[in-house]
Each structure stands twice: as structure tokens, then as C-alpha cells.
């Protein structure tokens, strides 16, 4: 087995299609403490699960072959797009197509590469990093809260009071490495963000607070 493990997952909440999409990738064997990568694909038209898992194999892929990855074994839980990476299945969604075609050829630059099926619980840490990757829906504006917020961390959650204002929000940091704050755009979001829970998850997910590598591109 090559000594390189790659996951990848898509998310496309609440709904699938109509929601947000973002792609998560777990990397073992690259760097001691694992390497998760994560980025927002978009909503609207055209946006389904299965571009935003294309989009977390690509996406992943590329780091691989940036870091002159020769061997791999890249994991998923997408039975469809698993299939059509091993020429299973045909690709027959022409929004598909392309993304495929751009996979198949990023493959093929790895000296060896194969593509496996892994139940859903084998996939959680990708899975995990798509959830993250739903953060960059608000990036601008959390890199705004960041900027210009104050922003301290005590009694286990930050809390963070936009300048000139009276209103403190507390964002508190859950088990599994996301955030939940007490705004109400928050209460009324639908996929657990808002640009405070981003901005936390940023200041951590730029490795200031936490263990585990996390880089994102
Ligand atoms: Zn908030």
C-alpha cells in the first residue's frame, strides 16, 4: 500500500442540490499530524454534491502533486465518483465531464495511484474539512471581523465586539473543531455559520490554537 493516504468529501447543505457546497480532503502519511485542506465551492445552479466531491478530489490531488506525492491511495465515500474514477461508470452529467476529465488527468501525473470505496465513518475527518470549508462561504467578511473586531479568548470561547459597539458575541469552539455563536444570524443559519464561527475558525485554522496541521488552500 502506498504510504500516502488521501480522503476526500463534498457537502452540499441543507440541500443537495440547492445548497452550499464545500470539499474537505484528510491527508496521513504526508505530515506527522495529518494535513487537512478545505475550500467552498458555491450555491445555486449547477452546484450539487457530486461537484463539490469532484472539487475535493481535484483540489486534492493538486496538493498532492505539489508536494511531488509519487504514490497514492485516494479514499472517498462517494460510490459514484469512486466508480467513474476506476472506469466503473460512465460520467454522463455534462457538468461532470470536465471535472472528471481535469481528475483523471491529475491522477495520471502520480506515478501510481488508486481510487477506493470507504464506508461513510472511515471518511469523517474529510468529512469534517468539508464542514470547515462551508466557512469560506463568509470569508471576506470574517477576515473583516478579524480585522476589525475586538476579539479575546476566556472561559473557553472567544468573544468578539465589533469596534464602537456595546454587543458582545461568544463563539464557542465544539468537540469536533467547529464553532457555534450566540448572533443571530447564526441561530437563523442553516449550515452552522456565520462570519464570527468563521472568523474563530480561521484564527485557529491558520494553526494559532491547535494541534493538528491545517492548512487550507
Ligand atoms: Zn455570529
Not at 461537484?51 to 508536494?67: D, N, P
Not at 474514477?85 to 472528471?100: D, F, H, S, T
Not at 474539512?129 to 480585522?147: I, M, N, P, Q, T
Request: contains cysteine; charged residues 25%.
Amino acid at each position: 500500500m502506498p504510504s500516502v493516504l488521501m480522503y476526500f468529501d463534498g457537502a452540499c447543505l441543507p440541500r443537495n442540490p440547492g445548497g452550499h457546497a464545500a470539499w474537505g480532503v484528510w491527508i496521513e502519511g504526508l505530515e506527522p499530524d495529518g494535513v487537512g485542506l478545505c475550500g467552498y465551492v458555491g450555491h445555486g445552479n449547477g452546484i450539487t454534491n457530486n461537484v463539490a466531491e469532484y472539487t475535493a478530489l481535484i483540489s486534492g490531488l493538486e496538493y498532492l502533486l505539489r508536494q511531488e506525492v509519487r504514490s497514492c491511495e485516494v479514499r472517498g465515500d462517494s460510490e459514484l465518483a469512486i466508480k467513474q474514477m476506476n472506469g466503473e461508470y460512465r460520467v454522463k452529467a455534462p457538468n461532470i465531464i470536465p471535472l472528471w476529465t481535469t481528475a483523471t488527468a491529475l491522477g495520471r501525473q502520480l506515478a501510481r495511484v488508486s481510487f477506493r470505496w470507504v464506508p461513510r465513518k472511515q471518511n469523517s475527518q474529510a468529512d469534517l474539512w468539508s464542514r470547515f470549508g462551508l466557512y469560506y462561504s463568509v470569508e471576506d467578511r470574517a477576515r473583516d471581523v478579524l480585522a476589525n473586531y475586538d476579539i479575546w479568548f476566556e472561559a473557553g470561547a472567544y468573544h468578539m465586539r465589533g469596534l464602537g459597539k456595546d454587543r458582545v458575541w461568544t463563539v464557542s469552539p465544539q468537540k469536533d473543531g467547529r464553532f457555534r455563536c450566540d448572533c443571530p444570524a447564526f441561530q437563523r443559519s442553516s449550515i452552522d455559520v456565520c462570519k464570527h464561527a468563521a472568523a474563530a475558525w480561521l484564527l485557529v485554522g491558520e494553526g494559532k490554537k491547535t494541534e493538528k496541521k491545517r492548512c487550507v488552500v
